[in-house]
Each structure stands twice: as C-alpha cells, then as structure tokens.
C-alpha cells in the first residue's frame, strides 16, 4: 500500500546554520512561532527526545510523537524507539519533522517539504545545526518576511534526466 502522507520538516536557522543553543532555541521570535502553529496545527510531529524536554509540554492540536530509547509514552506524547516504527504507525495528517539537529539529520533524506525560517541573526557558541540542504531543495513558496526572519516553503529537486 502507498502511504498516504508527505513527510516535511519545518525549522528555523541562523545565518551560519544554527539552530540550538544550550538545549534550547538561540531565540524567540512571536512572529516565527504563530507560523509553526499555523503550518502544524492538526497534523503529527515528530521531535527527538531533547527537543521534546525543551518543550512546555505537548503542543495542542497536534498528535506529540516522540523518539527515544528510554522515554515512555504517557498521556500527550506517543513514544517510539526507532525512526521506523514511527514511519509505520498510524500518522494524522501529515508527518512534520520539528527537530532537533540529531532528527533533522536522519530524516532530511525522506523529507519532500521543508518550511524554512532565515533568521536574520549570527549565532555565537550555537550547538546544533542543520544539514546543509540547498543543494536538493529548491523554493516553491515564499510564505513571509519581516526584518527579522524569512519563511519559505521548499520542496524536493526532481532529478534531471542525467541524474537518471
Ligand atoms: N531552530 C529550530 O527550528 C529547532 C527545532 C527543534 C529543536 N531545536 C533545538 O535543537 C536542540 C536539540 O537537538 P539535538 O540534536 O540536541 O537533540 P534531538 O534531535 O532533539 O534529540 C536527540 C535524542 O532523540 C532521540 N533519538 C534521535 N534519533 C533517534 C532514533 N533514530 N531512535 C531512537 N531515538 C532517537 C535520542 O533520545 P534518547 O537519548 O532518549 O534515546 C536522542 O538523544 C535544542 O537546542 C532545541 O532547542 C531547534
């Protein structure tokens, strides 16, 4: 059977790559966040274990899954032990990928969609990073910009026929 549901990723990134800083974002930005709400609400996400203790708590509206070998499930967040049995469950909606650089890494190869923020800024002793991902993503929306951040949706290159 054919999956019927895309995979993306959704993230904000400095200028030189940063994503994290100390467990944590290396900001808050209002504008940024009411976007990730709007992109995601309804759907499933996908977050590593440290992103997840990052977190409040589960985000509303959405189904929490969560990948760790040692976390448990309990009421607001869905467990899993390995990307696979993520894939396998039953997802809602679609599959956003939202972090953090150890996820990001793992499941850029599988993504077809990204939403991503340029944060205008350059982050100092930043520890986590996105892979580099220009090479075969290309930009199919712009979706916002202010002096603070752009958002652009992305989607997977097609390969050329030489590529075939
Ligand atoms: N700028 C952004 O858009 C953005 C978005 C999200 C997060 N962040 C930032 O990113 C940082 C966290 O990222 P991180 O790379 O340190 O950690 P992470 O990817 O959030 O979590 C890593 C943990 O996830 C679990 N995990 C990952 N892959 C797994 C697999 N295949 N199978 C089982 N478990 C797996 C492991 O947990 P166990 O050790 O429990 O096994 C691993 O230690 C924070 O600073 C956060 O604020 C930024």
């Not at 790559?17 to 900001?27: A, F, Q, T």
């Not at 504008?31 to 509303?60: V, Y």
């Not at 469950?89 to 953090?100: R, S």
Request: aromatic fraction near 10%.
């Amino acid at each position: 059977m054919s999956k019927t549901f895309k995979i993306k990723a959704i993230v904000a990134i400095s200028e030189n790559s940063v994503i994290g800083k100390e467990g944590d974002l290396p900001w808050r930005i209002s504008e940024d966040l009411r976007w990730f709400k709007k992109i995601t609400l309804g759907h499933t996400l996908l977050m590593g274990r440290k992103t997840w203790e990052s977190l409040p708590g589960a985000l509303p509206g959405r189904e929490n899954w969560v990948l760790s070998s040692k976390l448990q499930s309990h009421s607001g967040i869905k467990v899993f032990k390995t990307l696979d049995n993520a894939l396998s469950a039953t997802i809602k909606g679609n599959l956003f990928i939202i972090g953090g650089g150890e996820l990001y890494k793992q499941a850029l190869p599988i993504c077809e969609e990204l939403f991503v923020s340029e944060v205008y800024r350059t982050i100092e002793n930043g520890d986590t990073f996105f892979p580099s991902f220009k090479d075969d993503f290309e930009i199919e929306e712009k979706l916002f910009e202010n002096d603070e951040f752009a958002l652009n949706r992305w989607i997977k290159k097609t390969p050329k026929m030489a590529d075939q």
